[in-house]
């Protein structure tokens, strides 16, 4: 619920006007506050104006004092109240007088510190004046020694110029050197890689010579090797032959060994049982058992 509007309010919005240069109308009053009827800011807006030559009465602005402002605001006792162009015709005066008043009483005071301070600032441009002249002195001295720098530097400048030249004429002679020799090592570069390629390509040929030659003592390699195995496995064969064949002659003349021990201790028992007739069989079954003991094929 919104608040009803007060004469505080109205005043404070028509002071605010005022201050701003405007003069205060119920429209404007209403506007400034955002809200309220022209019935209700009538009265209150009438009441600001009439009593608007009492406030101004009881103000002081900038020294001028209370009697000032009352002779200023005198004029408002015989204003109509409902009269607001007047009023705030009157009031526009009031301020511009006081402010006038205020502003004299400020430039006065102002002129004297003026006065007080450009006496100093004569003194101090004096002063600087003095030192601006002792510079000047040391600035033309300074400025003599500069000129003789000067000579001496645009002769050394000369001198320089001529060395410059002389080995610019040195450098020229460098870079034709070096651009002959540049042109030589080209050429001769040029030549190392045809050397170069011509050695390439006769190694080349070399390796592939050797390549094919290699191949071809691998290969009668290979094939000896080949021939060499067969050869051994030839003699393995003839190898486990023949050891099949001694082991077999091994075999029959254990056999036969075997059987004439059997005689001969056959033998050796005949003998024991007949005498001596049986000495001559033990000694021939001997002797052919030492036979085949000897040359067991």
């Known amino acids: 619920m919104s608040r009803g509007i007060t004469a505080n309010d109205v005043w404070q ?3 605010e006007l005022l201050q701003a240069g405007e003069r205060p109308t119920i429209e404007r009053v209403r506007l400034k506050m955002g809200r309220g009827s022209p019935n209700t800011v009538s009265p209150h807006l009438d009441g600001w104006f009439a009593s608007l030559g009492a406030r101004l009465d ?3 602005v900038n020294g001028q004092g209370k009697s000032g402002a009352g002779r200023l605001a005198g004029s408002f006792d015989t204003v109509d109240a409902t009269n607001p162009d007047e009023a705030f015709t009157l009031a526009a005066s009031t301020f511009w007088q006081l402010s006038l008043t ?8 102002s002129l004297s510190e003026v006065r007080t301070a450009l006496t100093q600032q004569a003194e101090d441009l004096k002063q600087a004046q003095d030192k601006l002249e002792l510079k000047a002195q040391r600035m033309a001295a300074r400025q003599e020694g500069l000129e003789r720098a000067l000579h001496g530097a645009e002769h050394q400048r000369a001198e320089a110029a001529q060395r410059a030249a002389s080995l610019d004429a040195q450098l020229n002679v460098l870079q034709q050197q070096r651009e002959k020799e540049r042109a030589a090592l080209i050429e001769e570069r040029q030549q190392l890689a045809q050397r170069s390629l011509e050695q390439e390509r006769h190694w080349q040929l070399e390796l592939e010579r050797t390549r094919e030659a290699h191949k071809q003592q691998m290969q009668q390699a290979q094939q000896q090797v080949e021939r060499v195995t067969q050869e051994r496995l030839v003699q393995q064969k003839e190898a486990v032959a023949l050891q099949q064949r001694f082991e077999e002659r091994e075999q029959a003349t254990q056999a ?4 004439l021990l059997s005689q001969l201790h056959e033998a050796q028992a005949s003998q024991r049982a007949q005498g001596s007739s049986s000495i001559e069989r033990a000694g021939s079954v001997r002797f052919k058992v030492r036979k085949l003991r000897r040359n067991p094929a």
């Open 13 to 15: 919005a028509a002071d």
């Open 58 to 60: 009881t103000a002081v």
């Open 102 to 109: 205020s502003a004299r009483h400020a430039v006065e005071a």
């Open 256 to 259: 036969k060994l075997h059987q």
